[in-house]
């Protein structure tokens, strides 16, 4: 019999009454109180499929709330298409993620710059809850199991590619949590636990935790934007005891001096994710955080499914999280021969290396053939390189380019040939996308 996943959520969360389930906006959210929520965006959706002439297809283009979750759980319900969307893009941005998402309807928060979207018809949150009155909320509900929602991938191999999660893909979701609580390898958390995690949710990895999390009965503090004082006061005042991080507020909590000035000792587990993190930066948490009990590496992608393994209980360092080997050190000796220096000190000759470079055997000089990652990331956001010289060779006078990012402050960085007078004109192009 096929499932729907957010009949499942709705009858699990149930089971947890009057607890707290959201704390939003330092106002706390039960889950009776989040029933009630999904089911007023379940009548307001099911509204706006019978006047929609064809499949509806909302883009969202919203902060981090209680009524974008709510909204995402009843999509599933109604047999929508949901696509949460980056509400900080550019507007050229907006305009391509709209195309390739075959949207036909759009709602954005009210705190988002509505001029980025003069040329689309859209309503703000607010109002199509306002709405609701011509819905009729009396009207018996219908079950479906074609939801789908939809996200972008991260884009490590090329820019962000559409993936579409059915039914299928998010009760698989709930199968995989409901294994991991019987085995005893691996922590899970519980309703006594106070979560706090730092991604949104147009990213699949926010999402997909922060409704897994509350399946579980835990208590979830919604994040919207990043701040370093107010997510240690959060942690602090919330007596936060599980954390969703990515690898940059990993190496925050690392070196930052903000960090020690915090009473975070009702921490107890860490789960980073989305991106390799640094051995250094485990090894420090766990010495600032005494009280630490599981520090996890999360593995995934937006195209197999967010949690695909994690490294267990316990805090772990090293090759056993999956992170890099040693640096490789590359020279080019005397005779033109690529020297590739090994983490054991042995050395090799190579005529070729990976994707990044390679020797040309007849003339012994290195080429450069490719990038180590086609996405990168600048204070936790992906940026697409490829897309910002695509811009920059636009302007008149350039004649090619190359943005990468500096070792030093994590900037990026163009380098330009062409004329020497058109700086002004790369940073207007640049900025006006």
Not at 42 to 47: D, F, G, K
Not at 112 to 134: C, I, N, R, W, Y
Not at 199 to 224: D, K, Q, R
């Amino acid at each position: 019999m096929p499932r729907n996943f957010g009949q499942e959520f709705l009858d699990q969360i149930l089971k947890f009454e009057d607890k707290t389930c959201l704390i939003w906006r330092e106002t706390e959210i039960t889950f009776r109180q989040f029933h009630e929520k999904i089911e007023l965006w379940r009548t307001i959706l099911e509204y706006q499929k019978k006047q929609s002439s064809n499949p509806l297809r909302i883009a969202l283009f919203c902060t981090n709330s209680p009524d974008i979750l709510a909204l995402i759980v009843a999509g599933q319900l109604v047999g929508v298409t949901i696509i949460p969307l980056n509400p900080s893009y550019k507007k050229y941005e907006i305009e391509k993620y709209f195309l390739e998402s075959r949207a036909n309807f759009v709602i954005v928060s009210d705190d988002v710059d509505l001029e980025k979207f003069e040329d689309m018809e859209l309503q703000t949150v607010s109002e199509v809850v306002s709405s609701a009155v011509d819905a009729n909320q009396n009207e018996e509900h219908s079950i479906s199991t074609s939801g789908v929602l939809v996200f972008f991938s991260s884009g490590t191999t090329g820019p962000p590619k559409l993936y579409e999660y059915t039914q299928r893909n998010l009760c698989a979701q709930i199968d995989q949590i409901n294994e991991i609580r019987k085995d005893s390898r691996f922590f899970s958390p519980s309703q006594s636990d106070v979560c706090y995690g730092v991604l949104p949710f147009f990213h699949a990895g926010g999402v997909i935790t922060v409704l897994s999390m509350i399946y579980n009965g835990c208590s979830l503090l919604i994040n919207e934007r990043w701040n370093e004082e107010e997510f240690l006061t959060n942690c602090q005042n919330y007596k936060v005891s599980v954390l969703f991080l990515v690898p940059p507020v990993l190496n925050f909590l690392a070196n930052h001096p903000l960090v020690p000035k915090f009473d975070l000792s009702s921490l107890k587990t860490i789960y980073v994710g989305s991106a390799p993190s640094k051995a250094e930066d485990f090894e420090k948490v766990s010495k600032r955080l005494p009280a630490l009990e599981n520090l996890i590496q999360i593995y995934g992608t937006t195209e197999c499914g967010v949690f695909l393994c994690s490294t267990g209980k316990g805090i772990t360092l090293g090759r056993t999280i999956g992170l890099p080997l040693p640096l490789i050190k590359i020279k080019i000796n005397k005779g033109g021969e690529l020297i590739i220096k090994s983490p054991t000190g042995v050395e090799e000759d190579f005529m070729e290396t990976g994707d990044l470079g390679a020797i040309h055997r007849k003339t012994n000089e290195l080429a450069i053939v490719g990038r180590k990652k086609e996405m990168i990331k600048v204070r936790g956001w992906q940026v697409n390189p490829n897309e910002i010289e695509d811009v920059i060779r636009k302007v008149n006078g350039v004649t090619d380019c190359a943005v990468y990012q500096s070792a030093i402050g994590g900037k990026l960085i163009a380098k330009v040939i062409g004329k020497t007078d058109i700086k002004l004109d790369i940073m207007i192009a640049v900025q006006g996308k």
